[in-house]
């Protein structure tokens, strides 16, 4: 028996075999953690509307899986915080203050999404009445914060982060507010065709 050779044989064998995982490994590391990367757009709009004597905060969020597989989500990192800002005596330019007064989730409903699916969640948060302590403010700022599950083998987290501001309209301009744009628009042209009849009657 050859010991030398034997010995060159399963050093052959060895280092072979180390490429070959080393190989394995940059693949999934590198070329398809890349290809198949937790991608995804995620947006805010808020906006007010009135309804029956009430004033609600209405938010909406978009979430677009931009990447080439399936985007799983974290249960725990879903959510909407709401903020008020802080009222600050008038002396001068300052920092902003926000506090924070509630967190809602979302995408309840949704534990992963497709390759390239957008999905979209509304929120409605209803303003204290007049005469509690957030029913004046004028601004409100929306945080949204939506996170991916650990991926299996790097175990690297991703999230995504969007913000934004309403300010609440003017008192005298917020009946506007109550109808939905649609409606609002049929109105304009209701008043225009009337305009028009009337004129023609002159």
């Not at 203050?97 to 995408?107: A, C, G, S």
Request: a positive charge; one cysteine or more.
């Amino acid at each position: 028996m050859d010991l030398q050779a034997d010995t060159t044989v399963v050093y052959n064998i060895v280092t072979s075999s180390a490429v070959i995982i080393g190989g394995v490994w940059a693949y999934f590391k590198f070329a398809r953690g890349r290809t198949f990367a937790n991608r995804a757009e995620l947006s805010v709009s808020a906006h007010f509307s009135r309804s029956v004597g009430h004033l609600y905060l209405c938010i909406t969020v978009t979430l677009k899986n931009t990447g080439l597989s399936r985007l799983p989500l974290n249960d725990k990192m879903k959510a909407i915080r709401i903020f008020q800002i802080v009222n600050q005596p008038n002396d001068g330019p300052r920092e902003t203050e926000w506090k924070r007064i509630i967190t809602l989730p979302i995408l309840e409903h949704h534990e992963w999404i497709e390759a390239q699916e957008p999905v979209t969640d509304t929120v409605v948060y209803r303003l204290p009445a007049q005469g509690q302590n957030d029913a004046h403010h004028e601004a409100y700022q929306v945080d949204v914060i939506v996170g991916a599950r650990r991926r299996p083998i790097t175990r690297k987290r991703v999230q995504w982060q969007a913000r934004t501001v309403a300010f609440l309209p003017p008192a005298d301009s917020r009946d506007l507010h109550s109808a939905p744009p649609a409606v609002t628009n049929l109105a304009k042209k209701g008043n225009l065709i009337q305009r028009i009849v009337n004129l023609g009657r002159e």
